[in-house]
């Protein structure tokens, strides 16, 4: 079946570091990819997704590119800040009659000022 | 826009008592509405596919008769914890997806339920 496997944390890093989470799936069919992230004591949000290969998705400083070739959807931001603490999902969605999304397990960020 | 509402976001509540959990999108009609259930530092579990007029489909080793789910409306849907025992907290997160979008989901805030 259809997975999504993602870096284990928590990472933690400090102001103004390079992030990335690396996260791999494996499915059937074209998938869409997605960021999810869940701040403290909240709900999950979109953060960026991207429906086809080569497509690159962007929110708020971070990217991650479709490569089809190595079934990875890696997560990236050239500077991140203490605001970015966060859980990040990596999510698939295949519509297969109807959609239904494959969650990575997330991974916790701290940032430190 | 695309949000959606969860309420209450915290109850507690005894056990051996029932608990209902409302989810609803306020500027779109969701057909499909999805419930997870978080465990602390944990990943979320798809519990059930709730469809709009329709039962619901869940997930295996989720007990449809212990998680009632009711998708009355195209912007409502509920779970009811029936009988609720210390086991049965946790954080429970509603979504909703959009037609004619790529599959991308709309969460609620999420309800922390905790059992006595």
């Known amino acids: 079946g259809d997975s999504v496997t993602q870096m284990e944390g928590p990472v933690t890093l400090s102001e103004e570091a390079f992030l990335t989470i690396n996260c791999t799936y494996t499915?059937?069919?074209?998938?869409?990819l997605f960021w999810y992230v869940q701040y403290p004591g909240e709900g999950l949000q979109l953060l960026l997704k991207a429906t086809k290969a080569d497509d690159k998705g962007s929110n708020k400083g971070f990217e991650a590119t479709y490569r089809k070739e190595t079934t990875s959807f890696h997560l990236e931001k050239g500077s991140v800040q203490v605001s970015d603490s966060a859980v990040y999902f990596c999510a698939l969605t295949a519509n297969t009659g109807g959609f239904k999304t494959i969650f990575g397990a997330g991974t916790r960020l701290f940032v430190k000022a | 826009g695309a949000v959606v509402s969860q309420h209450p976001s915290r109850v507690i509540c005894k056990s051996g008592t029932s608990v209902k959990i409302e989810c609803r999108s306020l500027d779109f009609q969701a057909t499909t509405m999805f419930w997870y259930r978080q465990f602390p530092k944990q990943s979320l579990m798809l519990m059930a596919t709730?469809?709009?007029?329709?039962?619901?489909?869940?997930e295996q080793g989720v007990e449809k008769d212990k998680f009632l789910i009711n998708h009355a409306s195209l912007t409502l849907s509920t779970l009811t914890v029936t009988s609720a025992h210390p086991e049965d907290s946790s954080f429970y997160i509603c979504?909703?997806?959009?037609?004619?979008?790529?599959?991308?989901?709309?969460f609620g805030e999420g309800s922390r339920l905790t059992v006595l």
């Open positions: 979504s909703a997806t959009k037609s004619g979008g790529a599959g991308e989901l709309f």
């Open positions: 499915a059937t069919g074209y998938p869409s």
């Open positions: 709730s469809n709009e007029g329709s039962k619901a489909t869940y």
